[in-house]
């Protein structure tokens, strides 16, 4: 899955201000031929902070937080598709995420120059787009800035607990052959629900910058470890399938979803970035990125399930040989490495969370407050992994459910609000983003339908 990391933009709150509406507008606004209304004397890029990320900054953090524990996956996907669908599904599976990404961007810089905001986040574009779009959605403003809010805090918190599913199945599998006992994935979750009830407490993005270098140097080593046992050996393509059938191809989708899809960092870190032009447009910050994410995610998925073929799991690092000191030093790591990047992964939804409710606590009892509240949500993801202990159905479900709506569905329908008056010859803005949240409600109710088939399957 890809990895959300405040500390490259995620967790600072993007710019929230207020709505404008059509006659708040000041006397230079001018109406265009499109009926939307600008002011020529206003630049949202020439009113970000100076002192923001570097274009190469913004790229290093753009990559940091997509090249995760996601990539890990890959291989699973290409079992579900075979080897020749996965690699064009995964190129197909990239662009539609890339260009869905491209819309929410250029959607939320054309709605900053309209109601003259620097930099809008991805809850407040949309609140915008509504606010000064079609009179018959304007009143639906709020319940589309609490929609992609809610669906931000529902997605990082399940991903969270596929987070802590896998680290459990980590040491699950190195614990109990090295020492030859046979404990449940459930004991080890209620194990690391301690150290994640802890760390969950931490609130401060300065110091969770720590835990996030941390983590990059052992996603580092356990990457150039895992690919050591990949081509250590020659591999055998005779036995695996170009078409995998289409019974699987639910879980495909929902497995690329769930590796590649990072729209919830992407608008941090655009705002935050001191030439936000330079994010969209050939090549650009967006297209490097994607196109980088897009050929490692590949490679590591095709080579990936040539290597191990259909007995590879959820991540690539538990096929790794039991015993092996090298091998139990790359599952161990990834499992740490996934624990130092939880505390990062709860910081957006907590504070979305924290800001939509604090008003219901008195002040001086607002530390006590998060500390219980942070304490339960950490309690929670740890529950709802001891429910579902297998993490294969899990990132499919994840990702079907949660990532198709909110990294596709929402920004395709937040652009036809927004382009509604001009929406090209043909209306074929219309006709293209029907197809796409045609496509990811699809993938949301196939997706859903397989994960809790086999969970179900499984707990039987």
Not at 66 to 85: D, E, R, Y
Request: neutral net charge; glycine residues 8%.
């Amino acid at each position: 899955m890809t990895e959300k990391l405040p500390s490259s933009g995620n967790g600072e709150k993007p710019p929230t201000g207020s709505v404008f509406t059509l006659d708040q507008f000041s006397s230079k606004a001018n109406l265009t031929e499109k009926g939307k209304i600008y002011d020529d004397d206003y630049d949202p890029f020439e009113h970000r902070d100076p002192n923001g990320n570097s274009t190469m900054g913004s790229l290093a953090h753009l990559l940091k937080s997509s090249l995760g524990s996601g990539i890990l996956a890959m291989p699973m996907a290409f079992k579900n598709a075979g080897l020749l669908f996965g690699a064009v599904g995964t190129i197909v599976v990239g662009f539609l995420c890339t260009h869905c990404v491209h819309i929410l961007v250029k959607t939320s810089h054309e709605i900053c120059k309209e109601v003259k905001k620097p930099a809008l986040g991805f809850a407040e574009t949309a609140e915008a787009v509504f606010a000064n779009g079609p009179k018959g959605v304007r009143k639906m403003s709020t319940f589309a800035k609490n929609f992609v809010d809610g669906s931000l805090m529902a997605t990082y918190w399940a991903a969270a607990c596929v987070y802590v599913v896998f680290i459990a199945t980590s040491f699950h599998d190195v614990i109990n052959y090295d020492l030859g006992i046979d404990w449940d994935k459930r004991i080890y979750i209620a194990m690391v629900s301690i150290f994640i009830v802890l760390v969950g407490q931490i609130r401060n993005l300065k110091v969770l910058v720590p835990f996030s270098a941390t983590a990059n140097v052992f996603i580092v080593v356990t990457f150039a470890i895992t690919l050591y046992y990949m081509f250590r050996d020659p591999l055998d393509f005779s036995d695996k399938p170009m078409y995998a059938g289409y019974k699987t191809l639910p879980m495909f989708f929902a497995t690329v979803i769930f590796a590649m899809e990072g729209i919830g960092v992407v608008m941090p870190v655009e705002n935050e970035m001191k030439k936000p032009q330079h994010f969209l447009g050939c090549p650009g910050v967006l297209n490097t990125a994607m196109i980088t994410v897009i050929v490692l995610y590949a490679v590591i998925g095709f080579f990936g399930y040539v290597k191990y073929g259909d007995i590879v799991l959820g991540s690539i690092t538990l096929n790794l040989p039991d015993g092996a000191p090298l091998a139990d030093t790359a599952k161990i790591l990834m499992a740490l490495a996934i624990f130092c990047t939880y505390p990062l992964q709860l910081y957006v939804p907590n504070d979305i969370l924290w800001r939509k409710i604090n008003h219901l606590f008195p002040e001086s009892r607002h530390n006590i407050a998060q500390i219980l509240l942070r304490a339960l949500i950490c309690l929670i993801t740890c529950g709802i992994a001891a429910g579902v202990p297998d993490l294969e159905p899990f990132i499919g479900l994840v990702g079907s459910v949660f990532f198709s709506i909110l990294g596709i569905f929402v920004p395709s329908f937040v652009e036809t609000v927004y382009k509604w008056d001009h929406l090209g010859k043909f209306n074929w803005i219309l006709v293209k983003n029907t197809f796409l949240m045609i496509c990811a409600i699809l993938a949301l109710l196939t997706g859903a339908y397989v994960s809790l088939d086999e969970i179900i399957t499984g707990s039987s």
